[in-house]
Structures are given as structure tokens and as C-alpha cells.
């Protein structure tokens, strides 16, 4: 599984930015996904994902009501709709995939040692 992650980039505070990450590999229509973002001198931290069955989402407590995560199966794809940016939210950003697992397959997993594979992330910059 090769999962390729794009269009971070700078915007302002308030602005709006949507990430993309495109995933390869079999068994995407019932895998987990996530996005988890890393700020500088800062471990890594979960943003939002989208159960592998079902649709299911969790956000973090940060993002919630401003970001959006959204899976399209016909394309092998994940995005992060992201609105009313902050400079807090400056980070890279990594999309992440979680092989199906039976039951758990319904669950929106949080945790980064839930995912087995990771994009190489993408730069979001939010200027003040």
C-alpha cells in the first residue's frame, strides 16, 4: 500500500486549505483512514479519521467543526476539508491507512499505532 498526500501550501488565518491523499493497494473500500499532523518540536497528533465500514468519523476536540474528513472508495481517496484556519493548525500533515480487521473495521480509530501505513506528508502553513 503507497499512500501519496497533497495540497498542503500557506494560507492566512481563516482561510481555507483541502488536502488530498491517494492510496494504492487492495482493500481500500474497508480500510481505516485518518489524518494526523505534526507540528515542530511536537509528536504526532490526531487530526480526524473515517472508518474502514460504515463512514463513521472522529475529530479532535482542535479541528472539530472547522475540519471535515470525507473518503471517496471510487477513487482510493481521502481528503481533509479545512475552514477557519488557525496558525495553531501550522503543521505537517499525514494521511494514514488502516487494513481491515474484521469488526473493527467500524470503528474511526484514533490512535497512530491503530495505522499500518503512512503518507509522506504535506505542509500546511497558517500565517496570522
Known amino acids: 500500500v503507497q499512500l501519496q498526500a497533497s495540497g498542503g501550501g500557506m494560507a492566512q488565518a481563516g482561510g481555507s486549505l483541502r488536502l488530498s491523499c491517494a492510496a494504492s493497494?487492495?482493500?481500500?473500500?474497508?480500510?481505516?483512514l485518518a489524518w494526523f499532523r505534526q507540528a515542530p518540536g511536537k509528536g504526532r497528533q490526531f487530526v480526524a479519521s473515517?472508518?474502514?465500514?460504515?463512514?463513521?468519523?472522529s475529530y479532535s476536540n482542535s479541528v472539530k467543526g472547522r475540519f471535515t474528513v470525507a473518503r471517496d472508495n471510487a477513487k482510493n481517496a481521502v481528503y481533509l476539508q479545512m475552514k477557519s484556519l488557525k496558525p495553531e493548525d501550522t503543521a505537517v500533515y499525514y494521511c494514514?491507512?488502516?487494513?481491515?480487521?474484521?469488526?473493527?473495521?467500524?470503528?474511526?480509530?484514533?490512535?497512530?499505532?491503530?495505522?499500518?501505513?503512512w503518507g509522506q506528508g504535506t505542509q500546511v502553513t497558517v500565517s496570522s
Open positions: 493497494g487492495r482493500a481500500f473500500n474497508t480500510s481505516g
Open positions: 473515517v472508518s474502514g465500514v460504515g463512514g463513521r468519523t
Open positions: 494514514a491507512l488502516r487494513s481491515p480487521k474484521g469488526d473493527s473495521s467500524h470503528h474511526p480509530y484514533e490512535g497512530y499505532r491503530d495505522y499500518d501505513y
